[in-house]
Structures are given as C-alpha cells and as structure tokens.
C-alpha cells in the first residue's frame, strides 16, 4: 500500500463540506489509513478569519479524544492583503474597495503561526485558490498567460512562508488553461517552485480532488503524476490529500495507480512525522 495517510480532509466544519467526522473515521479505518488530517478552511469566506477554525478545532479535538489518528490541521488560502488589513480592522468586508494599485496585490493567510498553534492546529496546507493580484482579477480570467503568472507567484510566496507545512494541490483550478495540457506552464516556473520548496523544507501534495477533476484530461493526469514524481526525485516529500468534501471514498486506489506507472512505489509516499507536526 503506498497511500498510507490522507492529510487533506475537509468535514462539516468546513462552510463547502459536509463528511461528518465518524464517516470519516469509519471509512479511514477501512482503507487502513494510519493518519487522517482534518483541514477545514480558515478564511475562504470567513471576514473573522479563523472563525471557521474555530468550530472546527473545538469539534476535531473532541472526536480526537476517541481516533487519536484525526489530526488537526487546517487549509490556507492566500488573500488580498488590503482586504485582510481592511476585514481586520473593520471585523467586516462591507464598505470595502480595492485599492487602486498598478502592482500585484500582496498575499496574506488568515492568521498567524502562534495563533494556528494556540488553536491546537499542528499543521497547514497553503494552496492558491483564486487570482488575488489585482481589482477584478478574481472574476476576470483575463489572459492563460497572466492566470499562469499569478498561481506561479502564490505558489512561490507559498513555498516560502513558515505557515505552510504541505503545497496543497499544485496548480488547481486551471480551469482548462492546463488541465488539457499540463506542458503550456513553463518548466522553468515548476523547477523555482521545485528549489523554493526544498529550500524551505516543504512538502508538496498529491492532491486527488484535483487529478480526478472531471475538467482534467488524461494527457494532464499522467503528466501531472511525472511532475510530482520529478519534484520527488529532487528530494521534496509528497504527502496525499483527498480533499473530501461532499463524500469519504477511497479515490487514494486509483491515485496510487496512477503514481506507480510515474514510477512511485510503496514507499515514496510521506507522512507527517511528529517532528514535522507543531
Ligand atoms: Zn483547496
Ligand atoms: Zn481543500
């Protein structure tokens, strides 16, 4: 078996999920999972920030008491730092307009590392969401070109923060710009991210929400499997995530097949040691 945990869960406690946690632990068991990391969003729509976390945190470290295999953990999405400043200020978005600005917006994430910790959270999958570089980036798809350059730039910011402990789901939400064919980002882009994630340690994720997308083509599946597989070879550890929303399935068995005709085998797959945990 070579997917031996599952570190990318969202449950109930998550506003777009909705897997209670015991379907969670029963069907864990059944795969045999010896982890199951619960990462609920913190700030996806949430103008407190770690509002969300909050209930999560209080209900995963309660359940824990009887599946000491949950761990908690929490996923992070990069914002535009105006709007975080203006939320944190305010406590609301209303009221709220882009600056005008002819840069790139900076990125921030819902809180800091003293307050995930203080919240009993161990560890954090950061992953790009949505464009955040600019007034109306997020609902314009502008050019393939400019959408590539954005998620290469979260992604780096990403790789460089001391709140993310896994890259979740590389490259999600191409939307077709990459899904058809993984090849159009640059080489270049994915080897800086490759030096950045090794330089600061981090794990990247192979995330099954986003191989199995029904927007993705097959060409993309086995490339995207050869990209993980290159960063591997480089000496960055990649850990599994399902991203379970709606339902606990074992999606890890076709995951795995896919991998090991990119040349991963039973023991390439990381998990989170204690010395990785906070
Ligand atoms: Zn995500
Ligand atoms: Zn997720």
Redesign the pocket.
């Known amino acids: 078996m070579m997917i031996k945990s599952d570190w990318?869960i969202?449950s109930e406690y998550?506003f777009d999920a909705k897997i209670p946690l015991e379907e969670i632990a029963t069907n864990a068991k059944a795969y045999g999972f010896v982890n199951v990391g619960i990462?609920d969003?913190a700030n996806y729509n949430d103008e407190q920030f770690l509002g969300d976390l909050d209930n999560s945190a209080k209900n995963v470290l309660e359940f824990r008491k009887k599946h000491p295999e949950m761990i908690l953990g929490v996923?992070l999405t990069p914002i535009e730092k105006p709007v975080f400043d203006y939320c944190a200020k305010h406590g609301t978005r209303e009221g709220y307009t882009h600056p005008v600005c002819d840069k790139a917006f900076d990125i921030e994430l819902a809180g800091t590392k003293e307050e995930l910790i203080a919240r009993g959270v161990r560890y954090a999958?950061g992953?790009s969401h949505w464009r955040v570089d600019g007034p109306g980036s997020v609902a314009n798809s502008d050019t393939p070109d400019g959408k590539i350059k954005e998620w290469y730039r979260q992604q780096l910011w990403l790789a460089q923060d001391e709140r993310v402990t896994i890259l979740?789901?590389p490259w999600y939400g191409g939307q077709g710009i990459w899904y058809e064919d993984f090849s159009v980002i640059p080489h270049s882009m994915n080897m800086d991210l490759a030096h950045a994630l090794k330089e600061n340690k981090k794990f990247v994720e192979c995330n099954s929400?986003v191989i199995f997308s029904p927007l993705t083509s097959e060409k993309f599946r086995r490339q995207y499997a050869e990209f993980l597989r290159e960063l591997f070879e480089m000496g960055i550890p990649v850990t599994y995530?399902s991203?379970a929303?709606g339902k606990y399935s074992d999606e890890h068995i076709i995951t795995e097949e896919l991998l090991r005709k990119a040349g991963f085998c039973d023991t390439d797959i990381s998990d989170l040691t204690d010395d990785v945990l906070w």
């Open positions: 990318h969202h998550s990462t969003h996923e999958v992953a979740g789901h929400g995530g991203d929303h």
